[in-house]
């Protein structure tokens, strides 16, 4: 379905000898842990470690911009969805950041993205229930008492709905943004912070304890074909442990080129229901800038779609820039697993095979 609507470095960060988790981690979670290796290194793709380098990208600059806007919105409605149910879940973030960022800083005001995001909806008077709730949920933080000061991640977004029983696990490579996480949830026994690489961290963290909940897989994408074949080679023996779980993937268009033979390819990871959820704010035929953005979902809800569809085509009308947004919400696989929507299939010969489930 299409919808057409009208780096500076911080001052001072502590060693992370100093700090404290969070919360320690569950015993079983930190066997697991252990037996997957503790060494803080990125794989490459052709499976040989490759050392850590400084992290150009700072999402200080881009927080609450229209990505991050589409991206919290199908959040709260995957966490609404796993609240239908009173049995705990957990929340796994492989790319968790800082967890909180200022608005009125230096990052912030040197881009202003999020005058195009979060700041559109400030004034806005009439939006959907689910729309109205999380820009509430942003607006109305102690953070916010006087004008919107601070954007909320993904963790600090998500731990603020955890219910009594519910567990987040967040994962965080780069000490300087695992110190500021490590700060933010201090005390907080149902937070869990793990500074190591989050694709290899998810080989311990699933299945969880709970046995139901997300994981979030929001990577910097600072070498975006590389990185697609990173979150693939991370959920194929995710999924194998954890058939059941709920795994969201935001991605950035900026050429649809780069974006389609990654979605072809997770229409063969042998799930049953993939949901596609996009917001275009220019054409996606530039690779100079980010002209979109979107969340795919492996083993999306029931009526997910039906959830998302008010609350994203009026984003498309809020946040639309010189010319009018576009808003793509569609199935890529249904329930018996068959494909709905899959934009220019590769030949069978470059397709791989579609895996046996029992």
Request: charged share 25%; aromatic share 6%; proline share 10%.
């Amino acid at each position: 379905m299409i919808l057409r609507a009208g780096g500076r470095p911080e001052p001072h960060v502590r060693p992370v000898a100093t700090l404290q988790q969070a919360e320690p981690a569950p015993a079983h979670v930190q066997e697991r842990l252990r037996s997957t290796g503790g060494a803080r290194h990125r794989p490459s793709i052709l499976g040989v470690p490759t050392p850590v380098t400084a992290m150009n990208y700072r999402h200080a600059y881009h927080a609450g911009n229209f990505a991050d806007v589409l991206k919290h919105v199908v959040l709260l409605a995957l966490i609404e969805s796993l609240q239908a149910k009173p049995t705990p879940f957990c929340y796994i973030d492989t790319h968790a950041g800082s967890g909180n960022y200022p608005l009125d800083g230096f990052e912030a005001g040197k881009t202003g993205e999020f005058k195009d995001g979060i700041a559109r909806l400030h004034p806005a008077e009439k939006l959907p229930p689910l729309l109205r709730r999380w820009r509430d949920g942003i607006l109305g933080s102690a953070d916010n008492a006087q004008g919107l000061k601070r954007y909320p991640g993904s963790p600090l977004q998500v731990a603020r709905l955890l219910r009594p029983g519910d567990s987040a696990q967040l994962c965080e490579l780069h000490t300087e943004e695992a110190c500021k996480l490590r700060d933010l949830f201090r005390g907080n026994h149902q937070v869990h912070v793990h500074e190591r690489n989050g694709y290899e961290a998810l080989k311990a963290l699933v299945p969880p304890q709970e046995k139901r909940g997300l994981v979030l897989i929001d990577p910097p994408y600072e070498a975006q074909d590389a990185e697609y074949k990173l979150i693939e080679q991370a959920l194929k023996p995710a999924l194998q442990r954890w058939p059941t779980g709920v795994y969201a993937v935001w991605y950035p268009i900026k050429l649809r080129s780069q974006v389609q033979p990654f979605l072809r390819r997770l229409q063969y990871s042998g799930v049953k229901r993939i949901l596609r959820a996009e917001l275009l704010v220019h054409p996606d035929d530039s690779p100079l800038r980010l002209n979109g953005s979107g969340m795919v979902i492996l083993n999306a809800p029931w009526k997910l779609d039906d959830a998302l569809r008010e609350p994203l085509r009026v984003l498309a009308g809020l946040l639309a820039h010189e010319r009018p947004a576009t808003v793509k919400l569609d199935w890529l696989l249904d329930e018996a697993g068959s494909q709905l929507n899959t934009p220019s299939p590769l030949p069978a010969s470059r397709l791989p095979p579609r895996p046996n489930r029992r």
